[in-house]
């Protein structure tokens, strides 16, 4: 069973950073592409950065130029550092991995989601 685990979360005052981290588990074989996502109250589930595993970089415009995604292949990790954090940038950020393959048998999994993790942006 492929688990994706984010940690990282917390309150901040606005300028502030915080960095998110996000590990998957599971006799991982591969991973193509991991991203965060995101969900404010009343609002849909958004994208906000991905990262492909040869490290290509996509970000939203709410993102770019604040947080940056990085992954650490080796350790089936993706990290999402952001600064200069606004209120509007309160929500559940989730982690997501696609076309992953994991297992002695090479199951794969079209896309996995962690559980999320909040973000409180307030003074």
């Known amino acids: 069973q492929v688990q994706l685990v984010e940690s990282g979360g917390g309150l901040v005052q606005p300028g502030g950073s915080l960095r998110l981290s996000c590990a998957a588990s599971g006799s991982i074989v591969s991973i193509n592409g991991m991203a965060w996502y995101r969900q404010a109250p009343g609002k849909q589930r958004e994208l906000v950065a991905g990262v492909t595993s040869g490290g290509s970089t996509h970000y939203a415009d709410s993102a770019r130029g604040r947080f940056t995604i990085s992954g650490d292949n080796a350790k089936n990790t993706v990290y999402l550092q952001m600064n200069s954090l606004k209120p509007e940038d309160t929500a559940v950020y989730y982690c997501?991995?696609?076309?992953?393959?994991?297992?002695?048998?090479?199951?794969?999994?079209?896309?996995?989601w962690g559980q999320g993790t909040l973000v409180t942006v307030s003074s």
């Open positions: 997501n991995a696609v076309r992953v393959v994991a297992g002695s048998d090479n199951t794969r999994y079209p896309e996995v």
